[in-house]
């Protein structure tokens, strides 16, 4: 058969299934094939479908145009009865110009092809092949499509594109969170069209659909965004059009108006590809005609946010690394406390989805059982993802975490959801962690930490960036912490504050201060002189905390009480000297002010009043005072927002010049 030998043109809609005896053959042609070099490589578009999912095919596929080439091929990954033939091949077949196979293992893919999973198989892409393998997990509990997504997105990286369509459970919703983080597109099928809509659905949730359409509509999308993501190289839209570094920094200055985050030192490279990626999704030629989309739609702003915040992580990713912990790390850690009553303070900063800090929580927990301790086991796990931190706070995965995890643990941690699609963290593992939402460069760090884990975020970092996070962890270690990094990110330059552990397994161990750097961090959280001067004109010109004053820790401690999300110290007139968390619905800039900051000040709509009556009383009676809940307008909506002003009690050994107060922000529902 022609097209199955040589990958062109297009066989009548009468035709069968071409013979696999054409493919394997074709697989000789293609060892000597120059139009699949990676100079030209094709998109790979996996669909993914369950109950529902024949006549989403039959309407996607009806809707490819029939007289021209895609460039793309088409791997079809369909929920089967593993006891019976299937007949999706010769059914497509009449709806597409294009070959149709049914999978043989090791199979060489080729553009404008259609190729479908077997039944009782699952199947991975590996090097321009489909690769079968035998199912491990029980019937009912199988995610054939993330397994499917997953290999794809690291084979094919940007060229990946991921489509669900009808089916119930979440299959897929996984798999796309390593399409997008490799810089691939992933579309949903509308739920309104769909026969079962829970697979769309748990896609869409996600936050990472980039199309969300019938599938009628989903090839002409799809053929326009090939267009223009894949007509040029990547990442050279930077480099090729004037104009471009000027408006990448108007971008910069959007993201960080809208979000309160900077990225304007991360990695050029990552930025350039998901904000080219975000250009193609529009069909947008320019930088310049992409800010200003981005100037007139708000939603793109986080749309782009969220794509720059997409990472991959797993449990117990890259296990010789954990395994190492296990045995090296964890052990000293417990060495170092008392039998009992001892508290382990862990820190996981960029935590994503929370699979890492929870198996960080897992070994701790193992630890002092096999010890038969009992510890205060205090785990601090934040990133500045507010979805991903919602995903780790609710500790909901879908089944195919058996896959990372053993028997043995899946059944102590986890208890597995109604239908088996999902499991969710036991409570007791789950009391462990602190989620929270937190800016690891701007955002005050935490202390008196016995082991940080900071693994595959540096990397996104530019020099500048990594120069500042790392005396940052060695000042929030305790002396001898512990230092647990990503296997492509290392030290660095500082190698006088960590020393070697396990170079492999990227583990490192505090060194004693030198150079001052504890002090030279401390000053970066205090208020500058001048800024104190102006708050308090009246009082003689000194320093109102002695360097040695924890104002970190003093907003910390106070704020953990409350398990808040934003938190201001201030005076009893509103001067701000310390802030926690995102302030920013909050809290903005008035006009024109310059100088020291005052809360009162930069309060919101709707704010101000109860907030001025709040600190007078607290100030007045030195009780804690608490207003449940009113609005406050924040970009035109109102949030409804719970206040509390707690006066600040410090250590005895602490000394203040005058009373503090913490001012606590947190969302409240909206009845109460």
């Known amino acids: 058969m022609t097209a199955a030998k040589n990958g062109k043109g297009h066989q009548p809609k009468t035709a069968t299934v ?54 793309m091929a088409f791997v079809l990954v369909q929920h089967l009865a593993p006891d019976h033939k299937s007949i999706l091949a010769e059914l497509l077949q009449r709806y597409t110009a294009m070959p149709v196979f049914e999978v043989e293992d ?5 553009p404008d092809c259609v190729y479908i999973i077997p039944p009782n198989h699952d199947m991975a892409f590996l090097n321009g092949t489909l690769q079968l393998l035998k199912p491990t997990a029980p019937r009912g509990q199988r995610l054939p499509i993330d397994f499917f997504f997953h290999s ?21 919703a996984q798999g796309v969170r390593t399409i997008k ?29 980039d199309y969300i359409l019938p599938p009628a509509e989903m090839p002409a999308r799809l053929i326009a965004y090939a267009a223009h993501a894949f007509a040029k190289p990547l990442s050279t839209l930077a480099t090729l059009q004037p104009g471009s570094e000027a408006a990448l920094q108007k971008i910069f200055v959007l993201l960080r108006a809208q979000t309160g985050h900077d990225f304007s030192q991360y990695k050029p490279n990552t930025i350039h590809r998901r904000i080219e990626r975000r250009m193609a999704v529009h069909q947008v ?95 601090f796990a934040t990133d500045i993802d507010s979805r991903a931190i919602a995903t780790a706070r609710a500790g909901i995965y879908p089944a195919s975490i058996a896959g990372d995890l053993s028997p043995e643990r899946l059944a102590r941690f986890f208890v597995a ?121 009246r009082a003689p010109r000194k320093t109102l905390f002695p360097l040695k004053m924890p104002l970190r820790e003093l907003t ?18 509103g001067d701000i000297y310390y802030q926690h968390g995102r302030t920013g619905m909050y809290l903005e800039l008035a006009p024109g002010e310059v100088g020291v900051s005052n809360i009162l000040k930069m309060a919101r709509n709707g704010l101000r009043e109860p907030l001025s ?9 030195q009780e804690v005072v608490c207003n449940p809940g009113f609005s406050v307008k924040t970009n035109g909506h109102y949030t409804s927002v719970k206040l509390t002003v707690r006066p600040v009690e410090p250590a005895p050994e602490v000394a203040m010049d005058m009373p503090l107060y913490l001012v606590v922000l947190e969302g409240a529902p909206a009845h109460e």
């Not at 090791?106 to 080729?110: E, L």
């Not at 910390?556 to 110290?569: K, N, P, R, W």
């Not at 009556?613 to 009676?621: G, N, V």
């Open 556 to 573: 910390e401690q106070t704020l953990l009480q409350q398990l808040a999300l934003a938190g201001v110290l201030v005076n009893e007139h």
């Open 285 to 379: 030629e320019s930088m310049a005609d992409y800010l200003s989309l981005l100037q007139q739609t708000p939603a793109e702003v986080e749309a782009l946010f969220r794509d720059l915040l997409i990472g991959v992580t797993n449990f117990f990713r890259d296990p010789d690394a954990f395994q190492a912990l296990e045995e090296q790390i964890i052990p000293q850690i417990f060495a170092g406390k008392s039998a009992i009553g001892g508290t382990i303070r862990v820190w996981i900063a960029g935590c994503s989805t929370g699979e890492e800090a929870y198996s960080i929580a897992i070994l701790l927990q193992e630890r002092m059982e096999a010890l038969r301790q009992s510890h205060t086991i205090q785990i």
């Open 181 to 209: 983080a490799e810089g691939g597109m992933v579309m949903a099928q509308n739920p309104a069209s769909t026969e079962f809509d829970g697979m769309p659905n748990s896609t869409i949730a996600s936050g990472l659909v």
């Open 152 to 172: 794809l997105a690291i084979d094919q990286r940007d060229r990946a594109i991921g489509i669900v369509l009808s089916g119930t459970g979440s299959d897929g």
């Open 18 to 71: 071409a013979p696999q005896e054409d493919l394997l053959r074709s697989a000789v042609d293609l060892e000597n094939d120059p139009k699949i070099s990676p100079e030209t490589a094709f998109p790979i578009v996996g669909i993914g479908a369950s109950a529902g999912g024949l006549a989403a095919f039959e309407a996607f596929f009806s809707g490819m145009p029939k007289d021209q080439e895609t460039g």
């Open 417 to 537: 959801e109604p239908g088996g699609s999902a499991y969710k963290v036991k409570k007791g593992l789950r009391d462990m962690l602190i989620f929270s939402e937190q800016n690891v460069l701007k955002d005050p760090p935490f202390s008196r930490l016995d082991l940080i884990s900071c693994r595959n975020l540096m990397i996104y970092f530019g020099a500048a960036l990594q120069k500042r996070l790392l005396p940052l962890f060695h000042y929030s270690l305790n002396p001898q912490g512990m230092l647990f990094l990503g296997s492509s990110e290392g030290i660095g330059d500082f190698g006088d504050l960590f020393a070697v552990l396990d170079r492999k397994a990227k583990l490192y161990q505090r060194k004693e201060n030198i150079h001052g750097i504890q002090r030279q961090l401390m000053s970066r959280y205090l208020p500058p002189q001048s800024a104190v001067d102006a708050a308090l004109p």
């Open 613 to 621: 009556l709040a600190l007078h009383r607290a100030a007045s009676t």
């Open 106 to 110: 090791g199979m060489v893919v080729r």
